[in-house]
């Protein structure tokens, strides 16, 4: 029943309350990419199971600068048995990639940093609320489906210009809901390749404009995408 109550968040504005940020970014990431990003200690691995997009990350933003808020509730930490009836739909569409960081830290990661602030919303009440609902924008935004809609698909010799990912990507957000896209550099293609793409979303989890990476590409290694790059399948 929590699931259908959650199901409903995409049709009716949810009632307003305080809150300490005004939108969300939701990531998306090319889990090769996240993996040409890390570092060797991070034993990024994409598990056998994992074939498309996946979720990087559900962020509450809107803070100073536009960033954060951050971890906002120490007394609440990652409870792994709090997820038990989505792990395995989370393995899948939000799988942590970084083995050699433990089993769980993504996830430990992304509720520890950023879904105790999203216990804010009176959408989210839980833990397993936070990630449910990441998964269901993942369905919701399936950016595999977005891309190849546009001819756009994983190759191992084609570049692709930004202009046609961006607008794919757009058309499926509707404007003025402009997207952010990202990149990192592959040295073993010698060319940059797509990593990330961020929707922006209000506090009812539906589009807006992102405002939150105008001015610089977010992580380490992360970089704005040239006007052409590469979009490598997972597995050779």
């Known amino acids: 029943m929590r699931l259908v109550a959650l199901l409903l968040l995409f049709?009716?504005?949810l009632a307003s309350r305080p809150e300490t940020y005004d939108y969300y970014v939701f990531a998306q990431v090319w889990p090769y990419s996240a993996c040409v990003n890390s570092?060797?200690?991070d034993g990024c691995e994409v598990p056998a199971n994992v074939s498309t997009w996946t979720v990087h990350g559900l962020w509450p933003s809107g803070g100073p600068n536009d960033l954060g808020p951050f971890?906002?509730?120490?007394?609440?930490?990652?409870d792994v048995s709090q997820i038990q009836p989505i792990e395995g739909m989370l393995?899948?569409?939000?799988?942590?990639?970084?083995?050699?960081?433990?089993?769980?830290?993504t996830?430990?990661?992304?509720?520890?940093?950023?879904?105790?602030?999203?216990?804010?919303?009176?959408?989210?009440?839980?833990?397993?609320?936070?990630?449910?609902?990441g998964l269901l924008l993942h369905y919701k935004h399936q950016v595999d489906r977005i891309l190849s809609d546009?001819?756009?698909?994983?190759?191992?010799?084609?570049?692709?210009?930004?202009?046609?990912f961006y607008l794919?990507?757009?058309?499926?957000?509707?404007l003025p809901n402009y997207p952010e896209i990202n990149c990192t550099w592959d040295d073993a293609l010698q060319s940059q390749v797509i990593y990330q793409v961020y929707l922006c979303l209000d506090l009812?989890?539906?589009?807006?404009?992102c405002r939150h990476f105008r001015n610089t590409a977010y992580g380490a290694g992360v970089q704005f995408c040239r006007n052409t790059f590469m979009y490598p399948p997972l597995r050779g």
């Not at 430990?108 to 397993?128: F, M, V, Y």
């Not at 009812?204 to 404009?209: D, E, I, L, R, S």
């Open 11 to 13: 049709a009716p504005a």
């Open 150 to 164: 546009a001819g756009i698909v994983p190759s191992d010799s084609t570049r692709y210009n930004l202009t046609d």
């Open 71 to 78: 971890d906002c509730n120490s007394s609440y930490p990652f």
């Open 91 to 105: 393995t899948i569409g939000w799988p942590n990639l970084m083995q050699g960081l433990g089993q769980y830290s």
């Open 168 to 174: 794919a990507v757009l058309e499926s957000v509707g």
């Open 204 to 209: 009812q989890f539906q589009p807006t404009p």
């Open 39 to 41: 570092v060797p200690s």
């Open 107 to 133: 996830w430990r990661h992304e509720w520890n940093k950023h879904g105790t602030c999203a216990l804010q919303s009176p959408a989210i009440d839980s833990e397993l609320d936070y990630f449910t609902i």
